[in-house]
């Protein structure tokens, strides 16, 4: 399967209009910064905020919640997510399907709650906070900073006796290790090639639409081409690479930044380059 049958272009100007509002508008808060607030069934509004919401999976929140629900990639992402195009950088993102329902309500919450919370998106553990960067195309040291997230409705758990701090907030929700697991696909959207304004083509957009997202079938390319006779990869790797998710998102990263922008994250094996020299007739020897 391509990208589950086209994707949607995405107006990077409206993400840009609402990231200057943020910036405008919302006190920023430090790890050191207290607010109150709970969650629970008790509350009249009680899972409200989980429907009519944009929430764009990272790679790292496709994998865990593919995993949770027992599916394979292309069965994940057909069935949950809806694929979109940044239309400056041609960089593919995918967004979280909602229920064909009045209240466009989130396909993994019922009544009693998130019916995969263990393995919830990076965006529904950050709730009741949001994350901005004053960061840029010609500023990439800019600060980031949290916020609070206002809904259009009143949310009840803002009048709860809990309060947290902002670093307590995440070490309860296990935002570090989200953090953590996204910073190498972090790091290549902010990579200095789509800094300097260029795109990706179409075939290297479907590169890493299935590198960061379609995780079973980037494993079938590895296995089933010669990949391996082509690259050097320790038989360590290459065995963990067969059934380790994690792993094979970690590699996959490094192969993108080798087939994206010719990095040397990856290196051919000496024997593969003078097989390509001799095709090429630049074996002077």
Not at 51 to 60: A, C, E, Q, R, S
Not at 68 to 86: D, V
Not at 128 to 154: H, N, Q, W, Y
């Amino acid at each position: 399967m391509g990208l589950q049958g086209g994707i949607k272009s995405c107006n990077e100007k409206m993400l840009k209009g609402w990231k200057e509002a943020i910036l405008r508008e919302y006190p920023k808060l430090s790890p050191k910064s207290k607010f109150r607030f709970s969650c629970h069934k008790g509350l009249s509004c009680f899972t409200q905020c989980c429907g009519d919401v944009n929430i764009f999976l990272t790679p790292y929140d496709v994998l865990r919640m593919k995993r949770a629900l027992n599916l394979s990639s292309e069965e994940f992402l057909g069935k949950y997510t809806i694929p979109l195009l940044l239309e400056d950088q041609k960089l593919p993102v995918v967004l979280l399907k909602m229920r064909d329902d009045d209240r466009k309500s989130c396909p993994f919450v019922t009544s009693e709650g998130c019916t995969i919370y263990e393995d919830r998106p990076w965006s529904c553990r950050m709730y009741p906070l949001g994350m901005a960067s004053s960061k840029t195309e010609d500023r990439v040291d800019g600060e980031e900073f949290c916020f609070i997230v206002e809904e259009g409705f009143p949310c009840l758990g803002f009048k709860e006796d809990k309060e947290w701090t902002v670093e307590e907030w995440w070490k309860d929700q296990g935002i570090e290790l989200y953090n953590k697991k996204c910073e190498p696909y972090k790091e290549i959207t902010l990579h200095k090639h789509f800094r300097e304004g260029k795109g990706l083509g179409p075939s290297k957009i479907q590169v890493f639409y299935i590198t960061c997202y379609n995780l079973d079938r980037f494993r079938r390319h590895l296995f089933e081409s010669r990949f391996f006779s082509l690259f050097d990869v320790q038989n360590e790797l290459v065995e963990r690479l067969k059934t380790d998710d994690e792993e094979l998102l970690n590699f996959g990263f490094d192969w993108l930044r080798f087939s994206l922008f010719g990095e040397d994250t990856l290196r051919i094996k000496d024997e593969a380059l003078e097989t390509k020299k001799r095709e090429l007739g630049l074996n002077i020897g």
